[in-house]
């Protein structure tokens, strides 16, 4: 089955909402989706269950899961989708179809971020106050009046009442895996509560219940802070937008209606409704949202704006390039909850340890229970007891949310930097990088090149220049572009215009074949000549791009590129180098353009002359020689090593598609230094995952020893557990805060 499984747990113990699921029409064909929101399902461990009490099932074609947002989608046909949902509600959950149960926002998506648990604000938590308050008074029972008789009665009536308020979900879920034979946290819950009762300790099963819901309540909206510390990026759209109706009047409508092409107003101190290219005005535009840039930049015409940046200072109209589903900004949002229905590597080893730790533990607990007694001559009650306490207190709620938390606090506070991780696993991966291999255009330059010389060597200048200009104008290259820019010349049609990868182009013209191309490719086609040669060394020397116009009798002009270092690009490697990573650049322009650039910004090694397949052997060779390598470079040129690199990384992709497709990690500005901070955040994200880990463990092992050999109580395994759960989650919310900067 096609599935994901998100990384955050909020209340392990799934409190569920209680309230009735309208029936799903299940209209769905075979391999077509129908998403439902399940409120209680939080968790990878709540995900297997599910998928569990699913296994049965015939006739499914596949499952998705997004913990993030609690929504499964089913893709089977309505016979099977019928069983599905009866199947799951078996299981102690309540799907309830995204139609009735979410609200659609502006990105087409329905977004939970608002929904709750039952057990959390609102009437869950004057629930769990009246709970809290019957379980004080069963305490006060039996504190306070005399034992026995009607007393010892009113006292367990009190405290069904207190565990029915704060636990009903807990025992419906509960019961419902026990009944499958299967010991998860629920379960561990419903049998020492039932078990504490039953012995006598009704007031502390009453309390034990109360303070658990409690500690979840407190734990889910914790938790929710991280799950929607993004989504909160969407409310920056604006819902309406001022455009410009066919009669010219200026017309406020929602922004879902407006159409590819519409053009629409923004006055200053609006939000940026839609993406778009501005067509009148200027003014500068806070785009932190979307880049995470820190400075307002500045807008003219032919600029792009991006949904949920900020106007500050004048009136622009720019024409919609993008519906209100396809945004940058939405797209952003899609990114990070794809990034977050994946699994890190220490999760996956965490929730691993998980379904062997529970099972293991449920045995101890009866061995104690058995042991105890047989061995010591202890009571049994005594012996039942401390197996129930056991059982509180193994509860892994705190170990399975340690790392999930963590992740998606860390890939939020990226996403809020402009910086896109895909995932838990590069999150986790950047951190061992040894290697990054660098584009040179659009990745350590500016990627806006200028044409700053050329030389007519055989005919007509401004033949030649009109052949050059017809030829560039058809390219996407970004030399090609200020070789047509700079030249200035109307192009005239070009017939079988062909694109040679790394190389150049080549088109018919008038009927004469000619090329548009590098180095490499003149040297294909043995047109160079030793005064070409020490042509081409001279600007080669200063670092700049030559390209050179070709017929079929040789060589007619030369045209010398030059591009702009970035401002950042010799810190940004500075940096790289401080964090033990060794910078390579691999680029397709000559050697001593390499060299010359590389040079600059303080890169010992660098390759030129690569065709994409030779920077595809580049990476592969860097991966065998030092280790774990990235790829950086702009999406589309460098696709193959992109692809096999162990971390592709995109540079500049705000409003690109392809880019944001194509990569792991997407800086979504210019800034190189971006990549150094996720490494810094990789640390950092490590750090305190091992910490949570081990902190959770660590406080299990201790009331272990406790409840066996010592006098640990219902009540302390309840506050340990919890408290641990609290701890993890409060050190996994720092990394929302986490400063990525190089430290001074």
């Known amino acids: 089955m096609n599935d994901t499984s998100s990384p955050l747990c909020s209340a392990c113990s799934g409190g569920g909402c209680g309230a009735g699921h309208e029936g799903a029409r299940a209209d769905a064909a075979p391999g077509v989706g129908r998403t439902f929101l399940i409120p ?16 049965p ?27 599905a949902l009866d199947a799951i509600r078996q299981a102690g959950f309540t799907p309830q179809p995204v139609e009735v149960a979410g609200v659609r926002a502006q990105d087409g998506h329905e977004h939970d971020h608002d929904r709750s648990h039952s057990h959390g604000l609102g009437a869950g938590v004057a629930r769990l106050g009246v709970a809290l308050l019957v379980a004080l008074a069963a305490e006060g029972v039996e504190l306070w009046l005399p034992h026995g008789g009607a007393s010892q009665a009113l006292g367990m009536v009190v405290a069904v009442v207190a565990i029915a308020l704060a636990g009903v979900d807990t025992y419906t879920k509960g019961l419902a895996a026990l009944r499958r034979f299967k010991l998860n946290i629920n379960a561990l819950m419903t049998v020492a509560v039932t078990g504490a009762f039953l012995i006598g300790q009704w007031p502390e099963a009453a309390m034990v219940m109360a303070l658990y819901a409690i ?5 889910a909206r914790s938790v929710d802070r991280a799950r929607n510390a993004i989504q909160g990026l969407m409310a920056m759209a604006p819902e309406a937008a001022l455009v410009q109706q066919p009669g010219g009047a200026w017309v406020t409508v929602p922004v879902a209606g407006v159409a590819i092409g519409s053009l629409v107003r923004l006055r200053p101190g609006e939000r940026v409704p839609l993406d778009g290219t501005v067509t009148r005005g200027s003014s500068a535009v806070n785009q932190a949202p979307v880049t995470g840039e820190s400075l307002p930049v500045e807008k003219t015409v032919g600029d ?6 900020l106007n500050e200072t004048g009136e622009l109209e720019f024409r919609v390039t993008a519906a209100a589903s396809d945004t940058t900004l939405a797209r952003i949002i899609r990114a990070v909850e794809q990034a977050q229905g994946t699994r890190a590597p220490t999760q996956r080893l965490v929730d ?25 001559g202890a009571p049994w009650l005594q012996g039942i007891y401390k197996a129930l306490v056991l059982l509180v207190i193994a509860c892994p709620c ?13 890939l939020a506070a990226a996403a809020r930097r402009g910086i896109l991780i895909k995932g838990g696993t590069y999150l986790e991966d950047a951190r061992r990088l040894k290697a990054l291999a660098l ?5 350590l330059t500016e990627g806006r090149p200028r044409l700053v010389e050329q030389a007519v060597l055989r005919g007509d200048a401004a033949a030649a220049q009109r052949l050059a200009a017809s030829l560039a104008a058809r390219s996407d290259h970004p030399v090609s572009r200020a070789i047509a820019q700079g030249l200035g010349v109307a192009p005239t049609p070009v017939d079988a215009f062909t694109a040679l990868a790394g190389r150049g182009v080549q088109g018919r013209i008038g009927g004469q074949a000619h090329v548009l191309g590098n180095h490499r490719l ?4 043995g047109q160079c000549s030793a005064e070409l040669e020490a042509r081409l060394q001279r600007h080669e020397a200063l670092g700049r791009t030559v390209t050179l116009l070709a017929d079929e009798q040789g060589v007619i002009a030369l045209f010398a590129v030059a591009d702009t270092l970035k401002p950042t690009s010799r810190a940004a490697v500075a940096e790289l180098v401080a964090l033990g990573v060794t910078p390579v650049l691999l680029t397709g322009d000559n050697d001593a353009t390499a060299q010359s650039i590389a040079a600059q910004v303080g890169i010992r090694e660098a390759r030129g002359n690569l065709l994409p397949q030779h920077k595809l052997d580049a990476v592969q060779a860097l991966q065998q020689r030092v280790g774990l390598t990235g790829m950086t470079g702009d999406g589309i040129n460098d696709a193959p090593a992109l692809a096999r690199a162990d971390i592709g990384i995109a540079m500049g992709a705000a409003g690109t598609d392809t880019a944001m497709e194509a990569a792991d990690v997407v800086i979504m500005n210019d800034d190189l230094r971006r990549i150094p901070a996720v490494i810094r955040l990789s640390r950092h994200t490590h750090a305190v995952l091992w910490q949570n880990i081990v902190f959770a463990l660590g406080v299990k092992a201790v009331f272990f020893l406790l409840a066996v050999f010592g006098s640990a109580t219902m009540w302390m395994a309840v506050f340990a557990d919890m408290g641990a759960s609290l701890l993890v989650v409060a050190n996994g919310l720092r990394l929302l805060k986490a400063d990525l900067d190089p430290p001074r």
């Open 40 to 55: 209680t399902m939080d968790c990878s461990a709540e995900e297997a269950e599910i998928r569990r009490a699913l296994e």
């Open 57 to 83: 099932v015939d006739g499914i074609a596949s499952l998705g899961f997004q913990l993030g947002a609690r929504r499964l989608t089913i893709a089977a046909p309505e016979d099977a989708l019928l069983r």
């Open 215 to 219: 500690a979840e309540l407190i734990e």
């Open 304 to 309: 792009a704006v991006f949904a949920g940046t």
């Open 352 to 376: 691993r340890f998980a379904a062997v730790y529970t099972p293991v533990v449920f045995v101890l607990a009866v061995a104690v229970a058995v042991l105890l007694p047989a061995l010591t």
């Open 398 to 410: 705190a170990l399975v949310i340690a790392t999930p938390v963590s992740v998606v606090s860390a």
């Open 439 to 443: 584009d040179k255009t659009g990745t």
């Open 522 to 525: 003149i040297e294909e086609r």
